[in-house]
């Protein structure tokens, strides 16, 4: 089963791209990655998720490396509605998504 | 479209009194659907689960039951509530066969 591993927290100037990394070393073959974002006090948001390839989708984009051992969230151009916890989820069985503490992103003026 | 909603969104409850916290979604059929805690600072714990009407997984032993009487609706519940219940519940649905869950506005529970 897939853990996945998040910095605590990160800041971010608003219009910068805001990379936030996630490492899933034990994540198998047919696991997908997830990520989902959850904005004070509100139910979490997907995002976006993948396999194999790079996605990317009106949100932001997702680069996986090649051994999937890891992957980035872009969020192109961050805005100050862009703070939120993001979280990296791994696929733990047909009905179990770990979500774990994820990574506080804080957008600066 | 679909929507989920969830209710109460806030309940403060002494220990010992019961619970029910009810879920319903529209727009879609036989969706799967979950329910989560969030404790404060902490991530998303899964509860139950439910792939259809009547079936129910437990996923964590605890003071807490689930329900699912009708296809869209999902009812969490406790007979008598515990300090250590308090925290933040979300509802989710996802279609079936699927694993992107769209979550509720949550019921935020204080248990005192």
């Known amino acids: 089963d897939a853990k996945t591993t998040q910095p605590p927290s990160m800041d971010c100037a608003e219009g910068r791209a805001a990379n936030l990394p996630c490492n899933h070393s034990t994540i198998s073959g047919n696991e997908y990655v997830y990520w989902y974002r959850q904005i004070h006090s509100q139910g979490p948001q997907y995002i976006i998720h993948g396999l194999k390839n790079n996605e990317t989708n009106e949100m932001a984009s997702l680069i996986i490396t090649e051994d999937r051992k890891s992957s980035t969230l872009i969020l192109p151009h961050a805005t100050l509605r862009d703070t939120a916890v993001y979280y990296c989820?791994?696929?733990?069985?047909?009905?179990?998504?770990?979500f774990g503490t994820g990574t506080r992103l804080t957008v600066i003026p | 479209s679909q929507t989920i909603h969830q209710w109460p969104a806030t309940l403060v409850q002494p220990v010992g009194s019961p619970l029910s916290l009810e879920c319903t979604v529209e727009?879609?059929?036989?969706?799967?659907l979950y329910w989560y805690r969030q404790a404060a600072g902490r991530g998303l714990q899964l509860l139950f689960y439910?792939?259809?009407?009547?079936?129910i997984s437990s996923e964590v032993p605890q003071n807490l039951s689930a329900s699912r009487p009708q296809d869209r609706q999902f009812i969490l519940s406790s007979k008598k509530l515990l300090l250590s219940d308090s925290g933040f519940y979300l509802c989710?649905?996802?279609?079936?066969?699927?694993?992107?869950?769209?979550f509720g506005a949550g019921s935020r529970l204080t248990v005192l």
């Open positions: 727009g879609t059929s036989n969706p799967n």
């Open positions: 989820i791994g696929q733990t069985g047909a009905n179990n998504l770990f």
């Open positions: 989710a649905w996802a279609v079936s066969g699927a694993n992107v869950l769209t």
């Open positions: 439910s792939v259809g009407i009547g079936q």
